[in-house]
């Protein structure tokens, strides 16, 4: 058993509303399926002075920011000083923290976004979950589906993990940062701290404090 993969050691969930449904499960995509009655459950006990309920299954923080042109579809969730940008069409089964930035032309479908993400340009980013402070850079999507609709497997150095889920995209830990035009593939999974170069093709587990520079070359980051 990969600990490295357990939520405790890819998250700190002081930084993310769905702390409660993260604390339940061992690995992050096992919180997949429940995003969307999840956010049902908690949306009607938010409290009104902070959030309003712009229609039915939607709630944004007062203090957020939505520009013309967006989709927020329900069940979603939007939190405190979060901007959400011209074209950012948001599907549904989104809890989104404070802070965060959903960008021009980007697409969210049943995620957890943890406080200060910033998904900010052209990103795709379905049945996925991003910890505190990650970043996707321009272009940088997640593929949820694999082309012969199997189960996602997720892919360690002990084996192959399976997940029971038909859809699920990428779990990226606090700080991480992807650059632009990169592919997280399904079941990939980004550790703490780490980086993935501009152009990739990511597949399986990126260990905790690493840069992603190819396939072949996953070295650690010194500081």
Request: net charge neutral; with cysteine; hydrophobic share 35%.
């Amino acid at each position: 058993m990969n600990q490295s993969l357990f939520i405790r050691n890819l998250f700190d969930l002081n930084h993310s509303a769905a702390a409660s449904l993260l604390e339940k499960c061992t690995y992050p995509w096992e919180a997949l399926p429940e995003i969307g009655e999840f956010i049902r459950q908690i949306g009607p006990a938010l409290p009104e002075n902070e959030y309003e309920q712009r229609w039915s299954g939607v709630w944004i923080h007062r203090s957020a920011r939505l520009y013309p042109n967006c989709y927020i579809g329900g069940p979603c969730i939007i939190g405190a000083n979060t901007e959400v940008r011209p074209g950012a069409f948001i599907r549904a089964n989104a809890l989104v923290g404070k802070d965060c930035v959903v960008g021009n032309s980007t697409e969210l479908k049943n995620v957890i976004l943890f406080d200060h993400v910033q998904v900010p340009h052209y990103n795709y980013v379905g049945d996925s979950i991003l910890g505190y402070h990650a970043h996707m850079g321009a272009g940088a999507v997640t593929s949820n589906v694999k082309q012969d609709r199997t189960l996602v497997t997720v892919k360690t150095p002990e084996g192959r993990l399976e997940t029971g889920l038909k859809k699920f995209g990428a779990i990226l830990g606090d700080h991480v940062e992807v650059g632009c035009n990169s592919v997280l593939n399904p079941g990939t999974v980004v550790g703490r701290g780490s980086r993935v170069y501009p152009l990739s093709m990511v597949r399986g587990l990126v260990p905790e404090g690493h840069v992603y520079k190819n396939a072949g070359e996953i070295v650690e980051i010194h500081y």
